[in-house]
């Protein structure tokens, strides 16, 4: 296998379009949801890219925040012709270390690609991990993945095989 050159960063909203086409296909699978562009432009300072020597997207990942210790990484994707060359680890790791410089000390991610995360030191929970007060709170949230997150009925057909797992750091 010949080693593939990239480096992390974070995105730039030029990387948009690549973005988009990275994750459009993971979307047409079910695996994971769809963002808009718009979503995608507003949300882009909680991304990060791995780029190519070209500078071509050929990974994403970001941290969206959801109460004061705990985040959420989401919408991890890796082009096909860069998986399994550290990608995802390094998107992750760059995410975690933000993650840990503005003071969160757990993440959590609802994935399908459970043996990646557990990889990275996340374990399935099944248990309410916030407590009733802040629920209600983030109840109040318009994100469809703070909804997803509290699992909330209107979008569980979102949700459906998907494992909730979550990391201390």
């Not at 296998?1 to 960063?9: G, N």
């Not at 990387?15 to 979307?27: F, K, M, N, T, W």
């Not at 082009?79 to 933000?98: N, T």
């Amino acid at each position: 296998m010949t080693e593939k050159t990239f480096s992390v960063r974070p995105a730039r909203t030029s990387d948009v379009p690549g973005i988009q086409a990275l994750i459009e296909p993971l979307v047409e699978q079910n695996i994971l949801l769809r963002k808009e562009n718009v979503e995608l432009y507003e949300s882009v300072l909680e991304f990060r890219v791995a780029v190519d020597g070209a500078d071509r997207v050929v990974g994403c990942g970001a941290l969206h925040v959801l109460w004061q210790d705990l985040g959420e990484v989401r919408t991890i994707a890796v082009h096909d012709d860069f998986r399994g060359h550290g990608v995802g680890h390094a998107i992750y790791s760059d995410l975690e270390k933000q993650a840990r410089s503005i003071g969160l000390g757990r993440l959590f991610c609802l994935t399908f690609e459970v043996d990646f995360f557990t990889r990275q030191g996340f374990a399935e929970v099944s248990d309410e991990i916030i407590p009733p007060e802040v629920y209600a709170e983030m109840l109040r949230s318009h994100d469809e993945g703070v909804a997803e997150f509290l699992d909330v009925a209107r979008v569980k057909p979102n949700t459906l095989g998907n494992t909730r797992m979550l990391r201390l750091l």
